[in-house]
């Protein structure tokens, strides 16, 4: 499986580069942007898996640029908005109700947290990837299965 890919989007390159610190051990691919009209062009070309979030960039709003992509991507792209300006609970239930994000932490976040939760929705994705095999292939399957475990006598499924 290929590596996943996450944009990161902070105006600040010191919080840029302190959240790729903290997936380096994940080896994930990160691409990174300083404004919200290059994170918009980069979500476009790169395709990232998630996206991670400033709310105030220059150019383009990160409430706006999350509602982009949670339009734009049906909500199969999660972005996850991490902040230092917008604190509180109105601006966190703004954020997921309204703009699509996926989580929402405040500046300064824990660490642990951050990491997990962003596992946690790149999991999801990974699991929703998967498909189902089509319904006949599993009444098949069952049919057989079923066939193996009646008993010889009377050759078919046991009643209770």
């Known amino acids: 499986m290929a590596s996943k890919k996450i944009l990161i989007v902070d105006y600040d390159g010191g919080s840029r580069e302190a959240l790729a610190r903290l997936f380096q051990p994940y080896k994930f691919q990160i691409i990174s942007a300083a404004d919200g009209l290059t994170a918009y062009e980069k979500f476009q070309l790169e395709k990232p898996d998630l996206v991670i979030i400033e709310a105030i960039l220059p150019k383009l709003h990160g409430f706006d640029l999350t509602r982009r992509i949670s339009q734009e991507s049906q909500g199969r792209v999660p972005v996850v908005i991490v902040t230092g300006l917008y604190r509180g609970p109105q601006y966190k239930h703004e954020a997921l109700a309204l703009f699509g994000a996926s989580d929402y932490f405040e500046k300064p976040y824990d660490s642990e947290k951050l990491v997990q939760a962003v596992l946690n929705l790149l999991k999801e994705k990974i699991d929703i990837g998967f498909e189902l095999p ?27």
Do not use: F, H, M, T
């Not at 069952?142 to 006598?153: E, F, G, Y």
């Open 134 to 160: 089509e319904p006949e292939a599993v009444i098949e399957y069952l049919r057989r299965k079923l066939k193996r475990s009646a008993p010889d006598k009377g050759g078919g499924v046991p009643e209770n």
